[in-house]
């Protein structure tokens, strides 16, 4: 008769635990109370709201919290025994959140909480060295040398330009060209319109943007740094541009407004350094220090007379 050969299949630790609660780990209620009451404070220990087989005769129980600001935790008193041993020990005991615990909110990163219009006079927001909303600015390493001349084949393009524009010289033309007239010119610049912003006009838009946006605001009194130095400025064209830029920070309270260049923010695009940390306020009762209490008054206490009575004298006494 031949025999069957069996396997033997690996069995993980995982498929050995027991689902079923260890019989005497499930019994030591009391003790798991007891531990319980030992951690927490007088009367916050609820009932027994159940228990969960945690491994091989290890079990961890569950009792209610009544504190008032834990509502829906649940006290965690894991206990265990040994293999073939009768006493049953307590592991841990720990506070828990439950099913319906009230928690704190995930926390967020201050980059992902932080709104447009949260930021005020004195606050600083300092952005990333990757911020990809800002890029290098002009370092002149591609800037061509200033005697350089100008390519052959860039001077052989204008000369075929202007062959095509022109059939001659001026001198020999009927008719002026109108590539070369002002009005032509002026529409190419976007310039052809019939009236444009006076000198009055100009004083009177600066005045406005200064008193909104400008040096003397508390916001650009706090600031670490002007406008004139963020990476955020957009500039702007014409007389304006001198004195004026457009913001270009969405977390900047002048987001999108024109703003003088003295004026500032906390969210400068260098304004990497971050407040410093509100200091807690001393402990009204120190309980680390240690005052010396000494076994006898000190003579200048007040309580030693400064001279000897005379009855003292003859009995010795200091």
């Given amino acids: 008769m031949r025999r069957r050969r069996r396997e033997a299949i690996p069995v993980s630790a995982a498929t050995t635990r027991s689902r079923t609660p260890d019989r005497l780990c499930a019994e030591a209620v009391d003790l798991a109370r007891a531990a319980a009451e030992e951690a927490a404070a007088p009367g916050v220990v609820g009932e027994h709201e159940g228990l969960v087989s945690e491994g091989d005769r290890v079990v961890t129980h569950f009792f209610g919290c009544r504190e008032p600001g834990y509502r829906g935790w649940r006290w965690a008193v894991t206990v265990a025994r040994a293999s073939r041993a009768k006493i049953v020990t307590v592991d841990e005991t720990v506070l828990l959140p439950g099913p319906d615990a009230v928690l704190a909110p995930e926390w967020v990163p201050w980059s992902e909480r932080l709104r447009p219009g949260d930021m005020g006079p004195g606050d600083l927001l300092p952005t990333d060295a990757e911020d990809l909303r800002l890029e290098p600015g002009f370092s002149g390493e591609e800037e061509p040398p200033p005697n350089s001349a100008v390519s052959e084949e860039l001077a052989d393009l204008v000369e075929a330009e202007d062959a095509e524009v022109t059939a001659g010289t001026p001198a020999h033309l009927a008719e002026a060209p109108s590539r070369g007239s002002i009005a032509a010119v002026a529409e190419e610049l976007g310039m052809r319109r019939a009236r444009v912003l006076s000198r009055y006009g100009l004083h009177a838009a600066a005045d406005r943007w200064e008193e909104s946006y ?105």
Avoid at 280 to 303: Q, Y
């Fill in 214 to 318: 400008g040096a003397k605001t508390p916001m650009a009194q706090a600031a670490p740094a002007s406008c004139m130095s963020c990476g955020f400025l957009a500039p702007i064209g014409g007389s304006l541009g001198q004195a004026f830029g457009v913001c270009a920070n969405e977390f900047s309270p002048a987001d999108g407004r024109v703003v003088s260049l003295g004026y500032g923010c906390g969210g400068h695009s260098e304004a990497a350094v971050m407040p410093k940390p509100p200091q807690p306020a001393p402990p009204v009762i120190d309980e680390t220090r240690v005052d010396p209490f000494p076994l006898r008054p000190s003579a200048d206490s007040g309580s030693v007379p400064a001279t000897e009575d005379a009855s003292s004298a003859e009995l010795g006494h200091s």
